[in-house]
DNA sequence: AATCCGTCTGACCGATCGGTCAGGTCCTGA
DNA sequence: TCAGGACCTGACCGATCGGTCAGACGGATT
């Protein structure tokens, strides 16, 4: 069976992962090629394809992480409203946004997209919640368009400033989005 | 010559220039293809590369008054600092970004890729300059995060909200860009 | 020695991409 | 009547895409 020392086995899974994050996070999904993925591995796209289904399972394992901490901030978010419902989204999706930059970078502009296949459909929904949060689940379309501001905001900022800190990063865009979102009355 | 009534010529070109910028708003750039644009207009692949030399040459006209109004937000931001260049910037951009929103949400995500084309290669400095002017010219990172944030928040709100009539939206981007950029010391 | 299995690969597939080209159609001016 | 040019098209091109498949290789089990 599995006795002995841990065989020498080839971690070309992980590899092709990391591989696979660097790429994305640099080209976006769809300008990565399975090719470019192999290539930077330095083994063959048959060999990606042996570890992963296809291009979009390399994708979910690589999302699932960030995934299920804003399925998390999610849960904490319902049954809050106005300021209190403000900051818990504030802190929540900074501190996620930061801490997951590159998967956030890998959908760059592909987010609309990649949000149809049927694996990240109910995103569209937190992603709903998560405006109404950041608006402090007022209907004023003033409320509603700060709220995308900071969200849209946030996620483009951090995708941008991949080598920042994140001690620097993570204050400096609290101090904005607290700033910038509208007052509840 | 020319004269006598206008001659009843086909509007193709500007049919495919309108059908284009539809389909690119919606698909993106790379997300568009040729064959989508004839079918939209419903004329030829062939036909679309009769009326522009390449799929480029379509994009450039598509965005060439939205870049002749960002050239001439530059000019007019160049000697200002402070204040003074995070207002003329704040209403200079929102007011360009409502009103070339189809343009601002053809490149979602792909801007990136696009400024490598040499046609677009001073973009990225005037973007830079930008980002600089909400900034105030502060060299502080809060100021220049919080700049980013307001900048990629405007463009990607303006993308999302194609509906809202003007007068909607250019208060609300006002009101919530003089809130968050940082008031310069 | 024979077998099995995890790992890996080159060759190949159909589809689609941006782009080219020869030629057809139709109007116009000489 | 004819030549010419603007307009348009189907057929085709090479490249690249995601994905499939039969089989090669090597170490462990029997």
Do not use: W
Not at 31 to 56: M, P, W
């Amino acid at each position: 069976m599995l006795e002995g020392m841990a065989r020498a086995v080839p971690e070309t899974h992980g590899e092709i992962l990391a591989a696979a994050a660097r790429r994305f996070a640099v080209t976006g999904y769809k300008g990565t090629s399975l090719q470019d993925i192999a290539r930077a591995v330095g083994c063959s796209k048959a060999t990606v394809l042996y570890h992963f289904a296809n291009k979009e399972a390399l994708l979910s394992e690589l999302m699932a992480p960030a995934i299920a901490v804003l399925e998390a901030l999610d849960a904490r978010l319902a049954g809050t409203t106005g300021a209190a419902a403000q900051e818990i989204a504030a802190e929540g999706f900074v501190d996620l946004a930061v801490r997951f930059r590159r998967q956030i970078a890998l959908l760059r502009g592909e987010f609309p997209d990649l949000l149809q296949q049927p694996a990240f459909a109910h995103i569209q929904q937190i992603s709903e919640r998560l405006v109404a949060a950041f608006a402090g689940n007022s209907d004023r379309p003033s409320a509603r368009i700060a709220a995308l501001v900071v969200l849209a905001g946030i996620a483009e900022t951090c995708a941008e400033f991949i080598d920042i800190p994140d001690d620097e990063l993570r204050p400096a865009l609290l101090a904005v989005v607290r700033r910038a979102l509208e007052p509840v009355t």
